[in-house]
């Protein structure tokens, strides 16, 4: 791979992660039932990446295990965000790259520099977060539940060997929403109003076809780590958008999180 070629999959990466920054404004104004958004927002999104076109490139088991995890984390986020606090729910699940490194360790050695970057970027977190409050035992454990299946999902994907990323994505989104249709009938759809509409219209546009369409593509080119890694951007971004939208003024902690985070960022893709 070139040079070229790598900045442009850690530019997507990054353009990625700052999607990922709208989900939970997104999530939050929507009203609707964890199961209805993860059913909803899979579903139109791989019918708009088919493009028209039916090819398999991988076995049907492959789309399921990629699909379940993905619907898995998905939901098992909103659920935690449900029934714990945000503050709570968003260190937990920015504890997947620890979670990739360990999955990773498990094939191959792990450079140093990885886990110092991983480190960082989890401090830089905590401190955006910074003073945690106690949630929810439950909403908890489940957030980091969440964090475990997308980190199962970014170490698998990384394996997974393809021709065109677009179908690949577009097969994973659709499995995705076929395995959450059962809990997408025993939830119903939650609130349903303009709000909501345009809440749902959101997060297909922005962090389902942006922030998670540029991992896939940019599995095997970059490492699961490091994709994990510049995930952690989310709650720099959604700190940033704070200030516009709910006038909510970052303290000192929260820029010196955001720092670190972007920090992080920038060590892993200097060293490579």
């Known amino acids: 791979m070139t040079i070229l070629e790598r900045k442009f999959y850690y530019l997507l990466l990054i353009l990625g992660g700052i999607s990922f920054g709208t989900a939970s404004i997104f999530i939050k104004e929507s009203g609707m039932t964890p199961a209805s958004i993860t059913f909803l927002r899979f579903l139109v999104a791989g019918a708009m990446l088919t493009r028209g076109k039916l090819r398999l490139e991988l076995r049907a088991r492959d789309y399921l295990v990629l699909g379940g995890l993905l619907a898995f984390h998905m939901f098992t986020f909103i659920e935690g965000v449900y029934h714990t606090t945000i503050m709570d729910a968003t260190v937990l699940v920015s504890t997947s790259p620890f979670f990739v490194v360990i999955f990773t360790a498990l094939r191959k050695n ?60 577009a097969w994973i989104y659709l499995f995705s929403s076929l395995l959450s249709f059962p809990f997408f009938l025993l939830q119903g759809l939650g609130r349903v109003d303009l709000t909501s509409v345009l809440s749902l219209i959101g997060l297909i546009a922005i962090p389902t076809l942006i922030g998670h369409t540029s991992i896939v593509i940019s599995s095997g080119k970059v490492k699961p780590q490091h994709i994990e890694t510049i995930g952690l951007l989310e709650p720099v971004v959604a700190t940033t958008l704070s200030i516009p939208l709910f006038g909510e003024i970052p303290s000192v902690l929260q820029l010196g999180g955001s720092a670190l985070v972007i920090l992080s960022i920038l060590f892993i893709i200097k060293g490579g």
């Open 110 to 169: 792990v450079v140093l520099r990885d886990v110092e970057a991983v480190l960082i970027g989890f401090i830089g977190v905590v401190l955006i977060n910074f003073p945690l409050n106690e949630g929810n035992l439950v909403g908890n454990l489940i957030s980091l539940i969440s964090a475990l299946s997308i980190a199962l999902y970014t170490f698998r994907l990384s394996s997974v060997k393809y021709e065109d990323p677009l179908s690949l994505t």
